[in-house]
Every structure is written in C-alpha cells, then in structure tokens.
C-alpha cells in the first residue's frame, strides 16, 4: 500500500527514528532536513515579512533553530523566543548554528507578522501552561498566522483532541508520515494544512503500518473494472432488503448506490405488501416480493452482497431476515436498524458474521451494539480496531473522522468528507456504495474504506444544498476521475 497514505503512531515513529543511524543516516542530518522542509513550506506560502520562531527545549524547538536559519538566508526578517535552552544533543548543536540573539517567550510580539510554533512535538503529554500557552495565545488574539513543527503545541500525536489549550495553526509541517491527530476530528481542525516532508528516514526503518489515511492510494489497486467482455452477472449481484409498507425509501437509496457504483445487477427484496409501492420507483433496479425469512434465503441465493438495515425495522422479521441472508454465504453490510435490533444482544449478531461482512454503525449505533467502547477508547482508532476483532468482521465508525478496521488490526481514516451529509438517508447511500463494490469483488476493508472516500468525494461535488437521493448521481463523475487515475483505457 502506498507510503503516502501511511500514519505513524508517536512510538512507531519514535522507533524510526532512532534506528535511522543504524541505516547510515546521522540524526543530526534528520534535524538539519525537518528545519530546512519547514523553511521551505513556509516560503513556498509566504512572502518574505518578519517572523517569529517559538523554540522549544527539545528537538522540535531544534528544528525551529534550523528554520530561523534556513528563513533567515532566503531574505525573511527572523527572531526566536525560546522557552529554555536546548538540553543538549542535535537541538543544542542547531541552537549553537543560529548564532543570533534569542529571546525569552513574551506576550509582546512586537513586529512579527509570521509566528512558526516549535515548542512541543508529537509527544507532549501534559496541558500547554505558562509562557507556552500565554505566548501562542498572543498570537491568536493578534491574527497571526502560525505554522506548527510536526504539530500544534498542546495537541499530542496520538490524540483527537488537544489535552487543553492548543493553537489553531495555518500551517503543519510534519516529517516521515503523518500521526493520528492530523486526521482525527476534532484535532486536524487545530493543524490547517499539513505537508508531509521526506527528511531521509529509509523505508527499512519503518516499523510495519497498520493504519492509513483513507485515500485512493490505499485501495485503487484493488478496485474491480469491468472487462471489456464483461457482463451485468459477471459484474456483482447485490441485494438490499427494504423496510415494509411505509419504509420503503430508504432501501430504494441504498440499491440506487449500488447501481451507480458498479454492481452490474441490483435487486430490492421487500415484503409483499410492498411491491406495490416500490415498483413505480425502480426502473433498472430489479424487484422482488418475499413472504417469509425462507422465502427471502431462497431468493438471495445467488447474491454476492447483501445490505440490510436501512428502515428494516426493529422487530424479529429484522432478525430473521439477517439470519437468511447470513445463510446464502453472501458478503453482507449490516446498516442502522438491522444493527440497532441486536442491543439486547449483540453477541447473536456476532455469531452470524464473518470476517467478509461489515457493519456501518455511528456513533449511537455503536454505543448500542459495542456498549462502553467507544466511551473507554483514548480514541475512535481503538474503538472501531476493538469492535472488529470482537465482531470478527470489519466495522466502519462513521462520523466526521470514518473509521474502518478489520480483525487484524489494519485501519484508516477518512478525511474527505463533508458537512452536507449531515442530512437523513445519507447512511443509507454509503451502505448500498459498500454492498456494491463488496458484490464486485473488493476486500471487505478496501470496499469499506473505498465506500467512504466515495460517498464524501460524492458530497464535495455538491456543497450546499445536498440532500442523500442526489449522492448516487453524483458517483459518476467521481469514479471517472478514479479511473483515469487508474490509467485503464
């Protein structure tokens, strides 16, 4: 999988760096590149103006010493407060480089017009305090840009939220691989922008990766075109169960989604007393009445997915229909109520799954079928990897933040999103985007995470004024956009 999707927690990317000598790479020269990537993102931004760089004790308050340096030479106008002297090291050798005059951290900003944060990296444990905070909280109140080292001061790498107070940055500049606040909600509001800068750790001094930012780097590769001899079977059977007589629309979205995003043959099975509603809805997704939980295992036999949840109800036929379709050996999408309608027990739900099905919960989904987790997780990561190896099967957290895991602990992040999708069905879409893809072919977790980045890149199409029935048109054009980076003829 792709480099560039990569995320390092705090200690992996501790544990690169301290083997990169071991690689022939001195750690010296890894200080002197983070400075200079900094130098140059902010020059690649920012016309030459006064800036202040804020340093820390540590290596991250080294690379603001390499900064000033390296902005100073391009013509920038540079002060640097420090909270203390270096404790030794690289960071005293990069402090000892710059030469210049430093200043105590004070309120007083005087002429600066562009602050760069290098107190604190990736592993400050504690809430921002005294002159840190007072400081950085000057130059809010000012409207200055800031641009963070690594990351805001205040925010811990590993968190989704600062442990106190942190500064809202124009700008991050990060080393290697990004960390799980630059994508987690609500901490990558607190970082803007965040470049990710090669500073020459070697890939062999990578630890193995686990978790990914959710971009088609992650699962491109594995996506399912149809060959040009393809046919509507050999394109994916999905099936999606709808909700009785007064909930039926929900369903209609999900296989809607499904069509658009692939499947060459969608199906909506439905009880009979609501064919006669569904039918003047549906044009090329298919219909088809069932009577029984037998009735409706028979039909779906030849289904390569499935969907259920979306408005199914919360009654036993839920239970049983669910059960049916588990029978069929079918890759199923356990979606709203046909998740909700196991918080009495969830263990039965479980027992069904397997590791080629997914469930799609949010957050009050969650709670009710993985109850305490998410409340007793450090963060939504370690709830959703938690809730996968307990369900045996790959869970999708949504929210601002999606998370996908699989039982054997691989993750990732969506960060493209958008707030329009804060409307009702919009759920409902993804499922069907999900099922779709899984009737194609696609691993469970890249069919998940793929689902994600298109339902949100669907929703960036649209903006204001979206509502859930206009996401499966807005597929289209995304996906010719994944194909022709796909380079296929």
Known sequence: ????????????????????????????????????????????????????????????????????????????????????????????????????????????????????????????????????????????????????????????????????????????????????????????????????????????????????????????????WPAPDAHKHARGRLGVVSGGLSHTGAARMAARAGLRAGAGLVKLFCPLDAV?????????????????????????????????GPAAGLGDPTIANLFALARTGAALVVDADALTVFREDPEELFAVLDRDDVLTPHAGEFERVFPGLLAGSPERIAATRAAAVKAQSVVLLKGPDTVVAAPDGRASVNTTTSRWLATAGSGDVLAGIIGSLLAQGMGSFEAASAGAWLHGAAAAHAGPGLIAEDLPELLAPVLRELYRRAGEP
């Open 276 to 308: 006669s509603l569904n039918a003047p809805h549906l044009e090329a997704v298919m219909l088809q009445g069932f009577d029984t939980d037998q009735d409706l295992g028979e039909a779906a036999s030849a289904l390569d997915a499935a969907v259920i």
């Open 1 to 224: 999988m792709a480099a560039g999707c990569e995320i390092l927690s705090v200690a992996e990317a501790r544990a690169a760096d301290r083997t990169v000598e071991t690689h022939g790479v001195a750690s010296l020269t890894l200080l002197e590149n983070a400075g200079a990537s900094v130098a140059r993102a902010v020059a690649e931004r920012f016309e030459p103006q006064p800036v202040l760089v804020l340093c820390g004790p540590g290596l991250n308050g080294g690379d603001g010493y390499v900064a000033a340096r390296e902005l100073q030479a391009r013509g920038y106008s540079v002060r640097i407060a420090a909270l203390a002297e270096p404790r030794g090291g690289d960071a005293l050798h990069a402090r000892r480089a710059w030469g210049g005059p430093v200043e105590p951290l004070a309120t007083d900003l005087k002429e600066a017009r562009l602050v760069i944060d290098a107190l604190f990296g990736a592993g400050l444990g504690r809430p921002l305090d005294g002159a840190a905070a007072g400081t950085l909280e000057a130059c809010e109140a000012r409207g200055l840009p800031i641009v963070a080292v690594d990351l805001p001061s205040g925010l811990p790498g590993d968190a989704d939220k600062p442990l106190g107070y942190a500064p809202k940055c124009r700008l991050t500049v990060t080393f290697h691989r990004k960390k799980p606040a630059h994508v987690l909600h609500p901490a990558r509001t607190f970082c803007g922008d965040v470049v990710v800068a090669d500073i020459g750790i070697p890939a062999a001094a990578t630890p193995e990766v686990k978790l990914w930012e959710n971009l088609p780097d992650l699962w491109l590769d594995k996506f399912h």
